[in-house]
C-alpha cells in the first residue's frame, strides 16, 4: 500500500504508463482519507470563531436576564461561515483533481482505453467545485428561512438535487471507470502495468 501511495505522489503530473487496479485503489484511498482530515480540520478551523460568538450571545443574554434568541444564535454561527467554507471547499476540490488526474489517466491506460475518458468524472467534478458558492450560499439561506419562517423554502429542494447529482455523479464515474479489469498483456500504452 505504501508503495502505491508513494509511485502517486512521484507520479502526479505522470499521463504515461498502466497502473493496475490495486495500485491505483490504495492511492485513491490515501487521497479520501488524506482529503477528509485535513478538510475536517479547515472545517473545523473556520467554524471556531461562530462557536465563540455563540458563547458570547449566550453570555451576555445571561448577563441581561434575557432569553437567547435561537435565530440569533443561528445567525452568530453562520455570519461569515460560508465566506470561509468555500475557498476551502474550492482548494480541497482542486487538489482531488490534481492529485488524482494522472492516477485515473494511468489506471484507464491499464485498461486500454484513452486518457480522454477522464473528462467522463472531470467535467462535472469541475462543474461541482464552480457551483460550490451557489449551493453553499442556498443551504445556508434555507437554514436561516426555516428558523425564521418555520417552513422550508420552495427553492431549496432543486439546491439539493443539484448539489447531490453533480457530487456523485463523478464519484459513480471514477469507480466504474476504476475498476475495469486489465487488458492482459502489452497494450498500446505499455508492456505491464505498475502493480504493489
Not at 3 to 20: P, S, V
Not at 63 to 82: E, K, S, Y
Not at 107 to 114: A, E, I, P
Amino acid at each position: 500500500m505504501i508503495g502505491a501511495i508513494k509511485h502517486g505522489l512521484r507520479n502526479i503530473f505522470t499521463l504515461d504508463g498502466r497502473d493496475a487496479r490495486q495500485t491505483f485503489w490504495y492511492y485513491m484511498l490515501f487521497l479520501y482519507a488524506a482529503g477528509t482530515i485535513l478538510s475536517s480540520m479547515a472545517v473545523f478551523l473556520a467554524m471556531a470563531p461562530g462557536f465563540g460568538a455563540i458563547f458570547s450571545t449566550i453570555y451576555a443574554d445571561a448577563m441581561a436576564g434575557q432569553h437567547t434568541d435561537p435565530i440569533a444564535l443561528q445567525n452568530a454561527m453562520m455570519g461569515g461561515m460560508v465566506d470561509k467554507l468555500v475557498p476551502i471547499t474550492i482548494v480541497v476540490g482542486i487538489a482531488n483533481m490534481v492529485l488524482a488526474g494522472a492516477a485515473l489517466v494511468r489506471r484507464l491506460h491499464d485498461s486500454n482505453l484513452s486518457g480522454a475518458w477522464a473528462f467522463l468524472p472531470g467535467i462535472p467534478y469541475a462543474i461541482h467545485i464552480a457551483a460550490t458558492p451557489f449551493i453553499l450560499r442556498n443551504f445556508l439561506g434555507a437554514q436561516t428561512a426555516i428558523s425564521r419562517a418555520g417552513q422550508m423554502p420552495d427553492d431549496i429542494f432543486g439546491t439539493f438535487a443539484l448539489g447531490i447529482t453533480l457530487g456523485y455523479a463523478p464519484l459513480i464515474a471514477l469507480i466504474l471507470l476504476g475498476v475495469r479489469a486489465s487488458s492482459p498483456g502489452p497494450n498500446r500504452f505499455g508492456d505491464s502495468p505498475v502493480r504493489f
